[in-house]
């Protein structure tokens, strides 16, 4: 039977994902990008920033299982490996923000070929997945597997973001990956 706590962060998650993929349905994209940092276009701004989210959750990923005692062989997690699991969290959701802004604000949400579709289905997950797992953090009675497949699913869909978009774009652009 589900706990009340646990379905109302599954519905509190869902509720996330279901808004940010409407409003970037309904949205009309500017088609331009309101800034980008310095980079050459909005397309490397969004790759190179998801790129060094994508690194960041391998640290969460690394510092999560060597918290919970899953790190083969690593002993003992001391004790940097919580704040640096935290940092690396804010870090990398900070580095996504304005990624998810110009995909929302300047593309929208399309549906124009596989790729684009799994990548904004990928990112409204990420968000609802992010949401959910930050209102788990805090609200007792979640199920004991509950925040171990909110974190697997921010990693996996954010690394399903980074394929279909920022894999895509170096493979595309002529950046070397080797």
Do not use: N
């Not at 409407?22 to 190179?48: C, D, I, N």
């Amino acid at each position: 039977m589900a706990r009340p706590a646990g379905l109302l962060v599954l519905l509190l998650g869902a509720a996330v994902a279901a808004a940010t993929g409407a409003y970037a349905g309904l949205h009309e994209p500017a088609g331009r990008p309101l800034t980008t940092f310095g980079f050459s276009g909005v397309l490397q701004m969004k790759a190179w920033l998801t790129s060094g989210a994508a690194v960041l959750l391998l640290v969460q990923l690394t510092t999560a299982l060597w918290m919970w005692g899953r790190l083969p062989g690593a002993g003992r997690a001391p004790a940097w490996a919580s704040p640096l699991h935290r940092w690396s969290g804010t870090v990398a959701f900070v580095l996504t923000l304005p990624v998810a802004f110009h995909c929302i604000w300047s593309l929208g949400f399309t549906t124009d070929s596989t790729r684009v579709l799994v990548h904004g289905l990928a990112g409204c997950l990420f968000y609802g997945a992010y949401a959910a797992k930050m209102l788990g953090l805090r609200v007792r009675g979640l199920p004991g597997w509950g925040l171990p497949v909110l974190g697997g699913t921010v990693l996996s869909s954010l690394v399903l973001i980074w394929l279909t978009s920022a894999l895509w774009f170096f493979t595309r652009s002529g950046v070397p990956l080797t």
